[in-house]
Nanobody, 121 residues
């Protein structure tokens, strides 16, 4: 019903920028919230940012003012522009999409495979 393809991770020097993309291929599924989470080695997966179907956004305090989430509803794609990156931003970043399966009216969340972001000082 939903497949996510992430791209844009990589190695970047502190202070640099990266842009992550996550494209959702859907069938009989209505996307609601799209977001990004991250998991550093040995730590739990944490929220980075989310964006609703109405473009309301929510950010973790640690990324406010540096990261910007956006979405293109026509392309079912969510983006994460990451500026002023810090070594502590190093993590695997996961795309998350939530929505309703149209055939069952049930809410479903789907995760991407993750993309590694490494920030070196």
């Amino acid at each position: 019903q939903v497949q996510l393809v992430e791209s844009g991770g990589g190695l970047v020097q502190a202070g640099g920028s990266l842009r992550l993309s996550c494209a959702a291929s859907t069938s009989m599924f209505s996307i609601n919230v799209m977001g990004w989470y991250r998991q550093a080695p040995g730590k739990q997966r944490d929220l980075v940012a989310t964006i609703s179907s109405g473009s309301s956004t929510n950010y973790a305090d640690s990324v406010k003012g540096r990261f910007t989430i956006s979405r293109d509803n026509a392309k079912n794609t969510v983006y994460l522009q990451m500026n002023s990156l810090k070594p502590e931003d190093t993590a695997v970043y996961y795309c998350n999409v939530g929505g309703v399966v149209l055939t069952t009216a049930k809410y479903l969340e789907v995760w991407g495979q993750g993309t590694l972001v490494t920030v070196y000082s």
